[in-house]
């Protein structure tokens, strides 16, 4: 069974990798959706959605009946299952922020918080967990013209609180690939992208931290059609990798081997096309004194 530190404490990802236990037990146990859905009272549509995650919550009686059902007899495995059934129901920290972001991206924190590696391209801002106060807030304000000043600040709180699991004890490895144009762009004007370009260097600096610049002079490169996306690796041994892909009202969520393997390849691509992150901060040096 699941341990804590398998998931980072992220409710709706402890929920994927029950799912995933409940199917690999099922599997075991020989039995159809229908069939374990009979023996508990439920539908089978109820069971493909317990074990996809796709339930809010996992009910501890039906947790507790599958598991018998399926042949778990060792008690210790048991009160292990259902006490992480009883975690995966809790809320993350960002339920709190629910009124400022839209409920796709819940999923997307959830993962953020679990991962073990965070691999992403960036073709037009610095990744999130890498801004700056300051330019969160213009991006931000300039991402949502219509927001409240109140909203805004409490999307910036929301971004800032994210990058405190880079400080944490044991913090995922962070791998940013970033198109130079991210710099480029004068977001919140040039004392800000100063200041945002001393950050990246002070970050890049970190032994868990690797960022790498991609000029305009090393030329075409195989995300080009592809836009900004991320990759997460988990050390729970249930999840497989998964790409994260966003536009303006959604997330799309990739996790089949074979559309993942086209986005790790172009990231191993990326990374060896762009500059080193030795370069990187010469390069950035370079960009804030044009500034």
Same mark, same amino acid.
């Given at each position: 069974?699941?341990?804590?530190?398998?998931?980072?404490?992220?409710?709706?990802?402890?929920?994927?990798?029950?799912?995933?236990?409940?199917?690999?037990?099922?599997?075991?146990?020989?039995?159809?959706?229908?069939?374990?859905?009979?023996?508990?009272?439920?539908?089978?549509?109820?069971?493909?959605?317990?074990?996809?995650?796709?339930?809010?919550?996992?009910?501890?009686?039906?947790?507790?009946?599958?598991?018998?059902?399926?042949?778990?007899?060792?008690?210790?495995?048991?009160?292990?299952?259902?006490?992480?059934?009883?975690?995966?129901?809790?809320?993350?920290?960002?339920?709190?922020?629910?009124?400022?972001?839209?409920?796709?991206?819940?999923?997307?924190?959830?993962?953020?918080?679990?991962?073990?590696?965070?691999?992403?391209?960036?073709?037009?801002?610095?990744?999130?967990?890498?801004?700056?106060?300051?330019?969160?807030?213009?991006?931000?304000?300039?991402?949502?013209?219509?927001?409240?000043?109140?909203?805004?600040?409490?999307? &910036?709180?929301? +971004?800032?609180?994210?990058?405190? *699991?880079? #400080?944490? @004890? =044991? $913090?995922? /490895?962070?791998?940013?690939?970033?198109?130079?144009?991210?710099?480029?762009?004068?977001?919140?004007?040039?004392?800000?992208?100063?200041?945002?370009?001393?950050?990246?260097?002070?970050?890049?600096?970190?032994?868990?931290?690797?960022?790498?610049?991609?000029?305009?002079?090393?030329?075409?490169?195989?995300?080009?059609?592809?836009?900004?996306?991320?990759?997460?690796?988990?050390?729970?041994?249930?999840?497989?990798?998964?790409?994260?892909?966003?536009?303006?009202?959604?997330?799309?969520?990739?996790?089949?081997?074979?559309?993942? &393997?086209?986005? +790790?390849?172009?990231?191993?691509? *990326?990374? #060896?096309? @762009? =500059? $080193?992150? /030795?370069?990187?901060?010469?390069?950035?040096?370079?960009?804030?004194?044009?500034?």
């Amino acid at each position: 069974m699941t341990a804590e530190t398998d998931w980072g404490g992220a409710p709706s990802v402890l929920r994927m990798i029950l799912g995933r236990q409940l199917e690999e037990l099922r599997t075991r146990a020989g039995l159809s959706y229908a069939e374990a859905g009979a023996a508990i009272g439920v539908s089978h549509s109820t069971i493909r959605r317990m074990e996809a995650a796709k339930v809010a919550r996992l009910r501890l009686a039906d947790a507790e009946k599958l598991l018998q059902v399926y042949g778990v007899a060792d008690q210790d495995e048991i009160d292990t299952f259902l006490k992480s059934v009883r975690e995966a129901n809790k809320r993350g920290w960002w339920h709190t922020y629910r009124d400022v972001m839209p409920d796709w991206f819940a999923a997307y924190l959830s993962l953020e918080q679990a991962a073990l590696q965070i691999r992403a391209y960036e073709n037009e801002f610095v990744h999130g967990l890498l801004q700056t106060e300051d330019y969160a807030r213009a991006l931000l304000g300039a991402e949502n013209p219509h927001a409240s000043a109140e909203a805004t600040e409490r999307r &910036v709180a929301l +971004r800032m609180r994210r990058q405190e *699991l880079l #400080a944490r @004890a =044991a $913090p995922p /490895r962070l791998w940013v690939v970033m198109d130079e144009t991210a710099l480029r762009w004068p977001v919140g004007g040039p004392a800000v992208m100063r200041a945002q370009i001393d950050h990246l260097v002070e970050v890049n600096r970190l032994p868990h931290v690797t960022l790498q610049l991609m000029p305009f002079a090393n030329g075409p490169h195989p995300a080009m059609r592809a836009g900004a996306y991320h990759l997460f690796r988990f050390r729970a041994r249930e999840l497989p990798d998964i790409v994260y892909l966003n536009g303006l009202v959604g997330a799309v969520y990739l996790d089949k081997a074979d559309d993942v &393997v086209v986005y +790790r390849e172009a990231l191993d691509r *990326l990374g #060896a096309q @762009a =500059a $080193p992150a /030795r370069k990187t901060e010469a390069l950035l040096g370079a960009i804030r004194r044009e500034l």
